[in-house]
Each structure stands twice: as structure tokens, then as C-alpha cells.
């Protein structure tokens, strides 16, 4: 069974950093094409970053310079390094991935985590 | 970067009712959308990919088509488990997913 645990979240000041994970079992990380999903309080979906099977990495304009994504492929696990915290970034954050790539959804994000939240305040 | 814009925003619906929401994309996206559904303290679930193509356990009443810009995702009898909000995205661009704003689905 497919399973997506994320840790890591809290409360922290503007201007601090944090380090988000997300535990997968049931499939390999480093094998499908796994992102970061954020959702502000009230508000919609927003995507934060992917990193493909082939370690190649991208980012939101909102995050990029501040945030990296990356991967522990002993641990099985999914990260994401967020520094430089603003207020806005206050939002749970979802770890998502497209485990069918090779298939007919390609790159279709299919399974979600719980979500953790980070909250962004003095 | 492609933006995605759904409408309506809010969409006021009875049970037994066929409902549609509409998702635009600002370039074609050929047929790389998604439609999801997310119930409040939950994590979004996968409705339909590929614009048309639905998800193993979805009910058939969900239904979606569209190519190129424009894409629909439809209930066809409104149950009460169906309100929830519900968010397009793009899957086409490589470099990044985009989520439309979102429909939440009332009762009235």
C-alpha cells in the first residue's frame, strides 16, 4: 500500500528555516516524480516544487533561491529545505507524487500525504 | 508559465442535480489535465486524468472531456458525499504543475 508521511512542521519566526519530510512506503522515491503542494489557510492549491526521477529539480517563482527540494534514496524519504520564511509561506504542505509516469497518466499527480503545517510568525 | 482559471468560483447545486465546471488554460495543454476533489482537512484525491479519463474507485458519474484549452468536468447526479471543492491542473509543462483556483460546491 502506498503511504506518504510528512513531518517536520511547525511554528517558526520570519526569516527562519525548516526542513520538511516525507517518509514514503509502498514504491521507490527516487524512481517517480515527487513535488511539494502548499495550501495557505482558506485558500487554494499552490505548487512549491518537483524533482523527477533523474534528480532534476524545479520550483514555483515564489519559492525558488529559497526553498530546495531532495531526496534520501536509503531513507526512501522526500524533503523539503525551506529557508528564508516569510509570513506568506504559512500554509500546510502537501507531499504528492505521479507514480504512474510511465503509464497513461504520466506525469498526474495521483497520491497525496496528509499534509503538515507550517505556520510563519513572531 | 501556463495559468489555469476555473469557473465558477462557487457553485450552489441540490442533490440529484448535473452540474459542470469549467477550467481554462491560458495555452493549450493538449489533453495533460487533472480534475481533483478535496473535502475540508483533507488532501486532495484524483477525480479524472488525462482530461478524460477516470480514476480507479471514482464513481461514473464523474465525467470530464476537453482538449487544448478549454475542459469540463461534470457530476451527473449530484450526491451528498459530492460537496467538496474541486481544482483543475495542468500537467503539461515540465517544469512545473498549475492548480486552477478552485470550485467549491454548495448545497443549496
Known amino acids: 500500500e502506498v503511504q506518504l508521511v510528512e513531518s517536520g512542521g511547525g511554528l517558526i519566526q520570519p526569516g527562519g528555516s525548516l526542513r520538511l519530510s516525507c517518509a514514503a512506503s509502498?514504491?521507490?522515491?527516487?524512481?517517480?516524480?515527487m513535488s511539494w503542494v502548499r495550501q495557505a489557510p482558506g485558500k487554494g492549491l499552490e505548487w512549491v516544487s518537483v524533482?523527477?526521477?533523474?534528480?532534476?529539480?524545479y520550483y514555483a517563482a515564489s519559492v525558488k533561491g529559497r526553498f530546495t527540494i531532495s531526496r534520501d534514496n536509503s531513507k526512501n524519504t522526500l524533503y523539503l529545505q525551506m529557508n528564508s520564511l516569510r509570513a506568506e509561506d504559512t500554509a500546510v504542505y502537501y507531499c504528492?507524487?505521479?507514480?504512474?509516469?510511465?503509464?497513461?497518466?504520466?506525469?498526474?499527480?495521483?497520491?497525496w500525504g496528509q499534509g503538515t503545517l507550517v505556520t510563519v510568525s513572531s | 508559465d501556463i495559468q489555469m482559471t476555473q469557473s465558477p468560483s462557487t457553485l450552489s447545486a441540490s442533490v440529484g442535480d448535473r452540474v459542470t465546471i469549467t477550467c481554462r488554460a491560458s495555452?493549450?495543454?493538449?489533453?495533460?489535465l487533472a480534475w481533483y476533489q478535496q473535502k475540508p482537512g483533507k488532501a486532495p484525491s484524483l477525480l479524472i486524468y488525462?482530461?478524460?479519463s477516470l480514476e480507479s474507485g471514482v464513481p461514473s458519474r464523474f465525467s470530464g472531456s476537453g482538449s487544448g484549452t478549454e475542459f469540463t468536468l461534470t457530476i451527473s447526479s449530484l450526491q451528498p458525499d459530492d460537496f467538496a471543492t474541486y481544482y483543475c491542473?495542468?500537467?503539461?509543462?515540465?517544469?512545473?504543475?498549475?492548480f486552477g483556483q478552485g470550485t467549491k460546491l454548495e448545497i443549496k
Open positions: 509502498g514504491f521507490t522515491v527516487s524512481s517517480n516524480y
Open positions: 524533482i523527477y526521477s533523474i534528480g532534476t529539480t
Open positions: 504528492a507524487g505521479a507514480l504512474d509516469s510511465s503509464g497513461p497518466k504520466g506525469r498526474c499527480i495521483d497520491y
Open positions: 491542473q495542468q500537467y503539461n509543462s515540465y517544469s512545473g504543475y498549475t
Open positions: 495555452q493549450s495543454i493538449s489533453n495533460w
Open positions: 488525462k482530461a478524460s
